[in-house]
């Protein structure tokens, strides 16, 4: 088929006729099939069931650093864990606490300790928010009243000659959240380069802090999967060490509501966060990261485990994107990413178009992310991303999803060519 732009207005008219009536019958289908957010699938959360016989009173509740994990203490997180996800995250243990089981909760933290103890005190206070991003980092930002400046992303990350013009002139910026392995939700990979000036960063603001969320830090769907410099070797050659706070969990690792999530950071930036968290917790659930170790043992163990999540995921990208290329390819209505790991395929359809596709698709009995979500103020200057999650449905459900989806973008876009 010829691309759309170069169909007749009668020829365009006809295939939007044909795309309802095929439209209409999936309406008539009572569909129930969700691609909102990624959440992994059954298929992902069985693989971790042995976990819990990982820990028995026959293996012993104590650790190098805890005489008995059932008890009270431990506010950094018991030894082993902290190794664990320092080798995770490429630092040391010292640099490492493990919280309880979301890195959202410990961001949030993050953010309102800062607020206690630097930001607050300011009246003028912006965040930068490369876009499209994670719906959820701009939520704390706005939850605290920061105003959010929007960083557009290119193949290499975030636009770094922007990024730099506004940390090195503008005091009244105070930090910027970062998604670096396999963006949220477009899959991009921050260069060398990108890593590099990021670390090289000099802020006008002395309480400048870059958010970096390696959430997907080894959450590979692919046989050639990307490669990201580590952020904190980098530091120690500019010497902005207390620049940065890391985070990651086992969220998608494990289970999403029992995981186990920790973050990096410099021994200055770690004294001033253990000075809030002494007094909002004892300790977190050390039974928990307990478990987690027992469980995999070393990194090579969550490297071998991560394998087995491939497994189950390489076939639903796969799915999604020679979807996408088999319906839409050639039409010159939509582009989208084919990434090499994390949770997400983020499809760009005509502008002024995304809401109407995700209407479209709701009606049908498919659920996506809002539109405009990826953006600041969920507000997409464009119209155009979709967060697509190909994780959660069954298999067969995401076929049929992708399917009504496709449809939806073509409709969207002929509606639009036709009016």
Same mark, same amino acid.
């Given at each position: 088929m010829s691309a759309y732009a170069s169909m007749e207005k009668t020829e365009l008219a006809k295939e939007l006729a044909k795309l309802e009536s095929y439209y209409e019958n999936y309406k008539s289908q009572g569909l129930s099939l969700n691609m909102a957010r990624g959440k992994p699938g059954s298929a992902q959360l069985d693989i971790s069931n042995e976990m819990f016989y990982s820990i028995t009173p026959e293996t012993a509740f104590k650790t190098a650093d805890c005489p008995d994990c059932r008890n009270y203490g431990g506010l950094e997180?018991?030894?082993?864990?902290?190794?664990?996800f320092g080798d995770i995250l490429g630092v040391e243990a010292k640099n490492v606490m493990v919280g309880g089981n979301s890195s959202l909760n410990m961001m949030f933290d993050t953010i309102a300790c800062m607020m206690e103890t630097s930001w607050?005190?300011?009246?003028?206070?912006?965040?930068?928010?490369p876009a499209p991003g994670y719906d959820r980092h701009f939520g704390i930002t706005q939850?605290?009243?920061?105003?959010?400046?929007?960083?557009?992303?290119?193949?290499?990350?975030?636009?770094?000659?922007?990024?730099?013009?506004?940390?090195?002139e503008d005091s009244?910026?105070?930090?910027?959240w970062c998604v670096p392995k396999y963006s949220n939700p477009q899959g991009i990979t921050y260069s060398d380069e990108t890593v590099k000036r990021f670390a090289a960063l000099k802020p006008a603001a002395k309480d400048f802090r870059i958010m970096w969320d390696n959430a997907y830090i080894i959450h590979d769907i692919? %046989? *050639?999967?990307?490669?990201? $410099?580590?952020?904190?070797?980098?530091l120690k050659k500019t010497g902005n060490e207390d620049m940065v706070f890391e985070f990651c969990s086992t969220s998608k690792i494990t289970f999403p509501g029992a995981g186990v999530a920790a973050l990096a950071a410099s021994e200055n930036n770690l004294a001033i966060l253990k000075k809030r968290y002494q007094y909002q917790t004892i300790g977190y659930d050390k039974l928990n990261m307990l478990r987690h170790v027992k469980y995999f043992g070393d990194f090579k163990g969550v490297l071998?485990?991560?394998?087995?999540?491939?497994?189950?995921?390489?076939?639903?990208?796969?799915?999604?994107? %020679? *979807?996408?290329?088999?319906? $839409?390819?050639?039409?010159?209505?939509?582009?989208?990413?084919?990434p090499n790991g994390g949770y997400f395929v983020s499809v760009d359809v005509m502008d002024g178009c995304a809401k109407r596709v995700v209407e479209l698709c709701r009606n049908a009995g498919v659920v996506l992310t809002g539109a405009g979500a990826t953006f600041p103020y969920g507000k997409d200057p464009k119209d155009s991303n979709i967060r697509v999650a190909p994780t959660y449905p069954p298999i067969e459900e995401l076929e049929t999803a992708m399917n009504v989806f496709?449809?939806?973008?073509?409709?969207?876009?002929?509606?639009?060519?036709?009016?």
């Amino acid at each position: 088929m010829s691309a759309y732009a170069s169909m007749e207005k009668t020829e365009l008219a006809k295939e939007l006729a044909k795309l309802e009536s095929y439209y209409e019958n999936y309406k008539s289908q009572g569909l129930s099939l969700n691609m909102a957010r990624g959440k992994p699938g059954s298929a992902q959360l069985d693989i971790s069931n042995e976990m819990f016989y990982s820990i028995t009173p026959e293996t012993a509740f104590k650790t190098a650093d805890c005489p008995d994990c059932r008890n009270y203490g431990g506010l950094e997180g018991i030894i082993e864990a902290r190794q664990l996800f320092g080798d995770i995250l490429g630092v040391e243990a010292k640099n490492v606490m493990v919280g309880g089981n979301s890195s959202l909760n410990m961001m949030f933290d993050t953010i309102a300790c800062m607020m206690e103890t630097s930001w607050g005190k300011q009246e003028k206070l912006k965040f930068l928010c490369p876009a499209p991003g994670y719906d959820r980092h701009f939520g704390i930002t706005q939850y605290f009243g920061i105003e959010m400046i929007t960083i557009p992303m290119t193949a290499a990350g975030p636009d770094m000659d922007m990024i730099e013009k506004l940390v090195n002139e503008d005091s009244t910026v105070k930090g910027i959240w970062c998604v670096p392995k396999y963006s949220n939700p477009q899959g991009i990979t921050y260069s060398d380069e990108t890593v590099k000036r990021f670390a090289a960063l000099k802020p006008a603001a002395k309480d400048f802090r870059i958010m970096w969320d390696n959430a997907y830090i080894i959450h590979d769907i692919s %046989d *050639t999967p990307d490669t990201l $410099l580590n952020i904190f070797d980098e530091l120690k050659k500019t010497g902005n060490e207390d620049m940065v706070f890391e985070f990651c969990s086992t969220s998608k690792i494990t289970f999403p509501g029992a995981g186990v999530a920790a973050l990096a950071a410099s021994e200055n930036n770690l004294a001033i966060l253990k000075k809030r968290y002494q007094y909002q917790t004892i300790g977190y659930d050390k039974l928990n990261m307990l478990r987690h170790v027992k469980y995999f043992g070393d990194f090579k163990g969550v490297l071998a485990h991560m394998q087995k999540h491939k497994a189950v995921l390489q076939p639903r990208f796969d799915m999604v994107t %020679d *979807t996408l290329e088999k319906e $839409l390819a050639g039409l010159g209505i939509a582009s989208w990413t084919k990434p090499n790991g994390g949770y997400f395929v983020s499809v760009d359809v005509m502008d002024g178009c995304a809401k109407r596709v995700v209407e479209l698709c709701r009606n049908a009995g498919v659920v996506l992310t809002g539109a405009g979500a990826t953006f600041p103020y969920g507000k997409d200057p464009k119209d155009s991303n979709i967060r697509v999650a190909p994780t959660y449905p069954p298999i067969e459900e995401l076929e049929t999803a992708m399917n009504v989806f496709c449809i939806c973008v073509k409709i969207a876009a002929l509606e639009q060519l036709t009016r």
